[in-house]
């Protein structure tokens, strides 16, 4: 199999019929949906992120891509140069973590190597974002194909592949409802994602129809009783009930904050259907801005070392920042 084209995997997300290209928009010839193109991405999206609507998503799009030509790193600037709602304080932080997504990507292969080998194509990343992992996993297996709620962060994801030489294969759409035929994925990979969706079943369902029978998942995510939580820091969040931990959060560390972290017994039971399931601690990388201002480097080298042996991971997929799940989905032939 050389290229995949999306045009012949592409479904209505509700339907999951075929969609039909029609030049600027695809179309559901069932429900008579239509999926517009863009940016020159398809929009598959059946609601918008909490974070923002589709029509401000849009003019905040246009507004970053400007009208020159900006290279990847000057999108990111230009991205939280609009996005004044994050805080200064945190705003370094989130840039350094999308310009190091390569790096994270690697960290998130070389664990995914270890528990899964990657024999078949093509490979779904789910939750892209600006497709550093998406950028990794293309270079490295060919035919990865990148979605995400977030049209903004694939315009920016967009630019990273070009820059790197590939294909852009991205879609704007929702884990809940993926827009894809069913059984088209050797595999689904997906970084720090689960935590940011609303109906954690319904993605790992969606993952499920849309891999070939025995397709596999490595996935992790931010774990919900971390000691600090994993994105902004907060110590025990995990303890606080959702509602006020949002409220909380948001006021404290003023950034937008919608997150639903799962535990490792949450995890488990979400995959409960699946085969070969290993729930384990996930080593993140732990980037210059956070080290700073958690962690001394002893703290750090302590922590990899836990990881290493086996009670030490064990203890850390309960409490550390991040856990991953791997194993294969079970389906009806
Ligand atoms: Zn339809």
Same mark, same amino acid.
């Given at each position: @199999?050389?290229?995949?084209?999306?045009?012949? =995997? *592409?479904?209505?997300? =509700?339907?999951?019929?075929? $969609?039909?290209?029609?030049?600027?928009?695809?179309?559901?010839?069932?429900?008579?949906?239509?999926?517009?193109?863009?940016?020159?991405?398809?929009?598959?999206?059946?609601?918008?992120?909490?974070?923002?609507?589709?029509?401000?998503?849009?003019?905040? !799009?246009?507004?970053?891509?400007?009208?020159?030509?900006?290279?990847?790193?000057? *999108? !990111?600037?230009?991205?939280?140069?609009?996005?004044?709602? /994050?805080?200064?304080?945190?705003?370094?932080?989130?840039?350094?973590?999308?310009?190091?997504?390569?790096?994270?990507?690697?960290? #998130?292969?070389?664990? @995914?190597?270890?528990?899964?080998?990657?024999?078949?194509?093509?490979?779904?990343? =789910?939750?892209?974002?600006?497709?550093?992992?998406?950028?990794?996993?293309?270079?490295?297996?060919?035919?990865?194909?990148?979605?995400?709620?977030?049209?903004?962060?694939?315009?920016?994801?967009?630019?990273?592949?070009?820059?790197?030489?590939?294909?852009?294969?991205? /879609?704007?759409?929702?884990?809940?409802?993926?827009?894809?035929?069913?059984?088209?994925?050797?595999?689904?990979?997906?970084?720090?994602?689960?935590?940011?969706?609303?109906?954690?079943?319904?993605?790992?369902?969606?993952?499920?129809? !849309?891999?070939?029978?025995?397709?596999?998942?490595?996935?992790?995510?931010?774990?919900?009783?971390?000691?600090?939580?994993?994105?902004?820091?907060?110590?025990?969040?995990?303890?606080?009930?959702?509602?006020?931990?949002?409220?909380?959060?948001?006021?404290?560390?003023?950034?937008?904050?919608? *997150?639903?972290?799962?535990?490792?017994?949450?995890?488990?039971?979400?995959? $409960?259907?699946?085969?070969?399931?290993? !729930?384990?601690?996930?080593?993140?990388?732990?980037?210059?801005?956070?080290?700073?201002?958690?962690?001394?480097?002893?703290?750090?080298? =302590?922590?990899?070392? @836990?990881?290493?042996?086996?009670?030490?991971?064990?203890?850390?997929?309960?409490?550390?920042? #991040?856990?991953? $799940?791997?194993?294969?989905?079970?389906?009806?032939?």
């Amino acid at each position: @199999m050389k290229g995949i084209e999306l045009q012949n =995997i *592409l479904a209505c997300p =509700i339907c999951q019929v075929l $969609a039909t290209f029609a030049e600027t928009y695809y179309y559901c010839s069932h429900c008579n949906r239509q999926f517009p193109l863009r940016f020159g991405i398809p929009d598959f999206r059946i609601f918008p992120d909490p974070y923002i609507s589709i029509d401000e998503e849009v003019a905040k !799009v246009a507004r970053i891509l400007g009208d020159k030509e900006y290279s990847f790193v000057e *999108l !990111v600037d230009r991205y939280y140069q609009f996005t004044p709602e /994050v805080s200064e304080k945190l705003q370094p932080r989130y840039k350094e973590g999308l310009k190091t997504g390569v790096i994270r990507a690697e960290n #998130f292969l070389t664990q @995914m190597e270890k528990a899964i080998p990657i024999t078949d194509r093509p490979l779904l990343d =789910i939750g892209c974002g600006t497709s550093g992992l998406t950028l990794l996993a293309q270079q490295r297996y060919t035919q990865v194909i990148g979605i995400d709620i977030a049209l903004r962060w694939l315009i920016i994801g967009q630019k990273r592949l070009a820059e790197a030489g590939l294909t852009p294969l991205l /879609v704007c759409a929702n884990a809940e409802a993926l827009p894809f035929t069913d059984n088209v994925f050797a595999g689904i990979i997906s970084d720090s994602v689960l935590e940011h969706v609303d109906q954690a079943k319904k993605m790992l369902s969606e993952a499920a129809r !849309v891999t070939k029978p025995q397709g596999f998942f490595f996935i992790n995510t931010a774990n919900r009783y971390s000691l600090l939580e994993a994105y902004t820091g907060f110590p025990l969040a995990g303890l606080i009930p959702k509602q006020l931990r949002w409220k909380v959060i948001e006021k404290i560390c003023q950034t937008p904050y919608k *997150l639903n972290p799962v535990s490792v017994s949450e995890l488990r039971y979400l995959l $409960a259907n699946t085969q070969d399931l290993r !729930v384990q601690a996930y080593k993140p990388v732990i980037n210059a801005a956070l080290s700073q201002k958690f962690f001394s480097k002893q703290l750090i080298t =302590i922590y990899e070392k @836990m990881l290493t042996s086996n009670i030490g991971n064990k203890i850390l997929a309960h409490l550390g920042f #991040f856990i991953s $799940a791997s194993g294969y989905f079970v389906k009806n032939r």
